[in-house]
């Protein structure tokens, strides 16, 4: 993950810095001073408070002391990546809003549906072959009945394939080869 950092004292260098973990509250955070560079893994941090998606966080290292802002969307996407997250009325819409420029496919299903328990592994195994692109499942059931319908579900499993905010593909049935058309189609636009 990239970080930009902008010095409060009178230090100043040039490389870019590197942290090895998603979490800023536990990281390891490399800058580049010239010719040395600093490991924060040895040192405190003086706060390290995550607070918002613009995040600022002032850090306190021996004697330099900087703050360090953070894109959390591409901390954030990379928990997305190889898997299938489950998603429901509260989390969809984040993740789609946050990720406008990649493809996302949306997989709706219930617990019920035999076809959908026949395309799970299949779906899951596109997640793990297709890092460009995020999977996400969503459970027709009572709770997300509202997100369900305004997606206009009308038969399970349902894919909706995601691109800019909009559905921009959908795939009824347990169709995976179908599936995987539309995916490359809405990857390819």
């Known amino acids: 993950m990239a970080l930009q950092i ?4 009178n230090q100043t260098w040039s490389k870019a810095t590197h942290m090895t973990s998603p979490d800023p509250t536990r990281c390891s955070t490399r800058v580049g001073f010239g ?3 600093f490991n924060s ?3 405190a941090w003086s706060s390290s408070k995550v607070v ?3 995040q600022k966080v002032r850090v306190k290292c021996a004697s330099l002391d900087v703050s360090v802002g953070v894109n959390t969307n591409e901390t954030d996407n990379n928990k997305f990546v190889g898997k299938v997250t489950e998603v429901n009325k509260d989390t969809f819409w984040p993740i789609v809003n946050s990720n406008q420029d990649k493809t996302l496919v949306l997989d709706m299903y219930t617990q019920w549906c035999g076809p959908c328990k026949v ?3 299949k779906y899951e195994q596109l997640a793990r072959d297709n890092h460009d692109v995020i999977f996400m ?3 027709c059931n ?4 509202a997100l369900a319908k305004e ?6 499993p349902t894919f909706k394939i995601l691109k800019d905010g909009k559905v921009m593909q959908e795939v009824t049935g347990a169709k995976i080869d179908n599936l995987v058309k539309a995916i490359n189609d809405v990857r390819g636009s």
């Open 137 to 139: 499942k969503l459970d």
């Open 119 to 121: 395309i799970a592994p």
């Open 142 to 145: 009572q709770e997300n009945k």
């Open 6 to 9: 902008s010095s409060l004292g």
């Open 41 to 43: 893994k040895n040192s």
């Open 151 to 156: 997606l206009g579900i009308r038969v399970v």
């Open 35 to 37: 010719w040395s560079s």
């Open 52 to 54: 918002s998606d613009d």
